[in-house]
T-cell receptor
Framework: SQTIHQWPATLVQPVGSPLSLECTVE??????LYWYRQAAGRGLQLLFY??????ISSEVPQNLSASRPQDRQFILSSKKLLLSDSGFYLC?????????????FGPGTRLTVT | KQEVTQIPAALSVPEGENLVLNCSFT??????LQWFRQDPGKGLTSLLL?????REQTSGRLNASLDKSSGRSTLYIAASQPGDSATYLC?????????FGAGTQVVVTP
């Protein structure tokens, strides 16, 4: 069966510090991978999606970047965090079935920028 | 641009009542629609996926309908239980990219 891991589970970082969040998927090959952010009082927003190694699309201009060095690894980074980067970050994966792209989510990382 | 609205934003019902959660969207050119559940501080759990060619999906006490012509989906939860307390999110899929509603926070009281 497929599983998705995210770490760390929680993170408190000062403004201006770097960020690296990691997501890995097990039990599937060639997944589409996604990073979402859920800010306080706001809905889920798609940040990045990737259809393959080094193939990444950004959905929203921001202070963050994403990389996919391996097929089942997706990394979210920032060189200098802003207060507005605080939120709940969720990684998701999907594989195209016969007719659909059902998405499955990881447990999330709670980021607080102080 | 697709806009997804969920009404009501919050709902409180006594145990045993049926729950009706609504999701409306502005662009009917969707690939599928997913309903998710989110417990506080946790990730999302997929409940049901309705493909654009389907009108409904059922899983246990859950039933979701889709009416593309009117831009609506409804999630029904029969005979609610306290364990059903969570936030329910609908999401529209346009070729693998999900657009989420803000969610309906549900509390089922014993």
């Amino acid at each position: 069966s497929q599983t998705i891991h995210q770490w760390p589970a929680t993170l408190v970082q000062p403004v201006g510090s770097p960020l690296s969040l990691e997501c890995t998927v097990e039990g599937t090959s060639n997944p589409n991978l996604y990073w979402y952010r859920q800010a306080a009082g706001r809905g889920l927003q798609l940040l990045f999606y990737s259809i393959g190694i080094d193939q990444i699309s950004s959905e929203v201009p921001q202070n963050l970047s994403a990389s996919r060095p391996q097929d089942r690894q997706f990394i979210l980074s920032s060189k200098k965090l802003l207060l507005s980067d605080s939120g709940f970050y969720l990684c998701a994966w999907s594989v195209r079935g016969l007719t659909s792209y059902e998405q499955y989510f990881g447990p999330g990382t709670r980021l607080t920028v102080t | 641009k697709q806009e997804v609205t969920q009404i009501p934003a919050a709902l409180s019902v006594p145990e045993g009542e049926n729950l009706v959660l609504n999701c409306s969207f502005t662009d009917s050119a969707i690939y599928n629609l997913q309903w998710f559940r989110q417990d506080p501080g946790k990730g999302l759990t997929s409940l049901l996926l309705i493909q654009s060619s389907q009108r409904e999906q059922t899983s246990g006490r859950l039933n979701a309908s889709l009416d593309k012509s009117s831009g609506r989906s409804t999630l029904y939860i029969a005979a609610s239980q306290p364990g059903d307390s969570a936030t329910y999110l609908c999401a529209l899929d346009s070729w693998g990219k999900l657009q989420f509603g803000a969610g309906t926070q549900v509390v089922v009281t014993p």
